[in-house]
């Protein structure tokens, strides 16, 4: 399923990531009683009744600020507001309605999206009162929460999934394959998709950076169509001076959770980088289908070796997308960049397939019998029979005696194995460890 984006905005110090925190159930944002703390906004997945969603958490908004850093701030909100499927419009309820609250409505009112009015603070009794003055904002019911307390959070949620149900989609719905193709900056993203079709549809430019937001870009290719997402670079924090540039990187992990395949481009010329690591972390933790990129291979100086050693690096270096296809190509001049398709094709099916029952458990008898379970304390893990339970990426259960006598060794060597039996090349796969009763 496709996550929709939830967007919390409002001025600042209404208590904006005290909800996101509470909502997440992790404390990912810094709280603290200071207007502005939060410049930078942070995503991260929240699930209320089986249903999960992106929740992003923004800086306050001061709409006519003229500080710098203020000004950033109303910008990178501006743009999460772009992006988000839902705003959360956070006031305080203690301090009531302020001029402020009303520019911020007004911003928000010109995006055309559904709001809802979170009045935050408000964990006596007299909520009715306190919340009157903000229907002046026009914007609807108000909800009363206290995100400190978690009160009345049920609620706001369920109004939540009420508004976002129609952007809940069925990837299997659409017959396109979705290939988000994402990189650091100036890896040649733009210049790969130019190619690919066949047109300038994309600005390219030697300046990192240059493309700010996703782009979707259809292709029909030998009567298949695919839809490339080319998402902004992304960049190391230290180098990052506009907080819009920024948003690209929450862009960029929406784009690789919805889409089926994942492009990993690695600038040829400059080597892996520390950045290159960070975004296959986000293909990894998302269990992406992923093929890795190496463009610029035209600019590079190569001796008989030369691939052999980028690849071993690649290896050794993304250890964990061990996984993913290697090709090398060059965007620029088109060399190697027809035989993507190929591969997105390949890696596609490979996340769908489907393993039979019998065959599955056939190679579960077979592991055990080459190594044996680990055991403790004289007690050994027994597997009894396993299934495939769904696809995208292949996921498995296996049914055991005590799952706690499972080594993440030996988790380890079932995956490899599975791999290696059934050819699941180019896809991650999941296997999940539940009890059973003998």
Not at 155 to 175: A, S
Not at 390 to 412: A, G, Q
Request: hydrophobic share 40%; aromatic share 8%.
């Amino acid at each position: 399923m496709s996550k929709p984006n939830v967007a919390i905005v409002g001025r600042p110090n209404v208590g904006k990531s005290t909800l996101f925190n509470k909502l997440i159930g992790e404390r990912i944002a810094i709280v603290e009683d200071t207007p502005g703390v939060t410049r930078d906004r942070i995503i991260a997945e929240a699930e209320w009744l089986n249903h999960k969603f992106n929740l992003i958490d923004t800086g306050g908004i001061e709409p006519a600020a003229k500080d710098s850093i203020l000004e950033q701030m109303r910008l990178q909100a501006e743009v999460a507001l772009d992006t988000s499927d839902l705003i959360l419009l956070m006031v305080d309820g203690i301090e009531g309605l302020t001029a402020t609250d009303h520019e911020v409505a007004d911003m928000i009112r010109k995006k055309n999206k559904p709001v809802l009015l979170v009045v935050n603070k408000l964990d006596h009794h007299n909520k009715e009162d306190a919340i009157y003055e903000f229907y002046n904002l026009g914007l609807g019911d108000p909800l009363a929460i206290s995100a400190e307390q978690q009160l009345g959070l049920g609620d706001l949620l369920d109004k939540v999934l009420e508004e976002i149900e129609p952007f809940f989609t069925d990837e299997e719905e659409n017959e396109d394959i979705k290939v988000a193709v994402v990189g650091k900056p100036n890896a040649g993203k733009s210049t790969l998709i130019n190619y690919l079709v066949g047109e300038n549809r994309l600005i390219v430019s030697d300046i990192p950076g240059t493309t700010r937001d996703a782009v979707d870009t259809s292709i029909i290719h030998d009567g298949k169509e695919y839809t490339f997402i080319d998402t902004a670079g992304i960049r190391r924090k230290k180098k990052i001076y506009e907080n819009v540039e920024k948003y690209s990187i929450i862009r960029a992990v929406t784009a690789v959770e919805n889409s089926d395949v994942v492009l990993l481009l690695i600038d040829g010329e400059a080597g892996i980088s520390e950045q290159d690591k960070k975004i296959a972390s986000i293909i990894q933790n998302r269990y992406k289908p992923c093929i890795i990129v190496v463009n610029k291979w035209d600019a590079v100086k190569k001796d008989t070796m030369t691939m052999k050693r980028m690849q071993d690096e690649l290896r050794n270096q993304l250890a964990f997308l061990d996984y993913a296809p290697i090709m090398f190509i060059s965007a620029k001049t088109g060399r190697r960049v027809d035989d993507l398709y190929k591969e997105i094709n390949f890696v596609y099916d490979q996340a769908r397939k489907r393993i039979n029952t019998g065959k599955l458990n056939q190679a579960i008898l077979d592991l055990v019998s080459l190594k044996q379970p680990p055991s403790k304390s004289g007690r050994r893990l027994k597997i009894y029979y396993g299934s495939q339970v769904s696809i995208d990426p292949p996921t498995f259960v296996l049914f055991v005696n005590e799952p706690d006598l499972m080594h993440f060794s030996y988790l380890r060597y079932i995956e490899n194995y599975f791999r290696q039996t059934f050819d699941f090349s180019g896809t991650p796969i999941r296997i999940f460890v539940r009890a059973r009763k003998e």
